[in-house]
């Protein structure tokens, strides 16, 4: 599976007049997990569209390794914030997708990962048969096994209670620390930032610009504990001026 890295140069981007995004740089290494916590509208899911090639940045560039992507679209396996399975295919069809799209179709690979979520049993099951955090694992295996060389994840559990959302990051992480992929994750809370990532990207407001980058100390395997450790809750607080100076 092909790794790569990321690097976004001073890109600019207005929708008319509405500037959202002015000189903004910041750099995903490869196996590395960051995580861009920013207030509301202040451009996260825009960057994603400029990542992906949906958008175009009126300025800067876009890399993936040393090629410039600018506007180019298939380099990104991207897992949106509403799993968006098709509801007419079955979870392995739905899972192979993201190959197919590309022209091969790995099912062994696609059972394995199924088995791995805890979804075997449903490998022939329509979506609307799966309850909302199965079809978030669904998406992410999707994501996980498209054949892109970085992982785009779009505030994925958001929508999730919070015992549901611990427990498929607890999961995310578990699968991430094995395959160790490029993830590049989009949320707003600051304990899935701090739980999950290697480095933790803070926006300002709209025109969004870098305002802080922590790199995370925990050592890894990180377990549930960690939530409730004493360095832990000095870091959310750190981070959590950090996001309130950036609103001011
Ligand atoms: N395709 C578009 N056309 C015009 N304006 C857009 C478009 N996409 C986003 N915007 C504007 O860009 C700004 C940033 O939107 P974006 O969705 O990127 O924010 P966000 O940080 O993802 O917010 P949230 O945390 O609420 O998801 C908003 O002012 C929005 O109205
Ligand atoms: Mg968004």
């Known amino acids: 599976m092909k790794v790569s890295h990321l690097t976004v140069s001073n890109i600019a981007k207005k929708f008319g007049k509405n500037e959202v995004i002015r000189n903004l740089g910041f750099t995903v290494e490869r196996n590395?997990?960051?995580?861009i916590l920013g207030?509301?509208?202040?451009?996260?899911s825009t960057i994603f569209s400029l990542i992906g090639g949906i958008l175009t940045p009126d300025k800067g560039t876009i890399r993936l390794d040393n090629q410039v992507i600018n506007g180019k679209r298939g380099f990104i396996s991207y897992m949106p914030q509403t799993p968006s399975l098709l509801p007419w295919r079955?979870?392995?069809?739905?899972?192979?997708?993201?190959?197919?799209?590309?022209?091969k179709k790995e099912k062994e690979a696609a059972l394995e990962m199924i088995d791995i979520a805890g979804l075997s049993g449903y490998e022939n099951a329509y979506p609307d048969e799966l309850s909302g955090g199965m079809k978030q694992r669904v998406s992410f295996v999707r994501a996980?096994?498209?054949p892109q060389p970085i992982i785009c994840l779009d505030e994925p559990f958001s929508a999730l209670d919070e015992l549901t959302r611990i427990e498929m990051q607890k999961w995310l992480l578990s699968i991430w620390e094995e395959h160790r992929q490029t993830i590049l994750f989009v949320t707003h809370n600051i304990e899935e930032a701090l739980f999950l990532s290697d480095r933790i990207i803070?926006?300002?407001?709209?025109?969004?610009?870098?305002?802080a980058e922590f790199r995370v100390?925990?050592?890894?395997?990180?377990?549930?504990?960690l939530y409730l450790e004493d360095e832990f809750l000095e870091w959310k607080r750190k981070i959590y001026y950090s996001l309130?100076?950036?609103?001011e």
């Open 244 to 247: 309130k100076k950036t609103g």
């Open 202 to 211: 803070v926006l300002s407001n709209k025109p969004s610009q870098v305002a």
């Open 144 to 146: 996980l096994l498209s």
């Open 90 to 103: 079955t979870i392995v069809e739905n899972v192979l997708l993201g190959q197919e799209l590309q022209g």
């Open 217 to 225: 100390p925990f050592s890894r395997p990180r377990e549930e504990s």
């Open 39 to 44: 207030p509301s509208g202040s451009g996260k």
């Open 32 to 35: 590395e997990f960051v995580s």
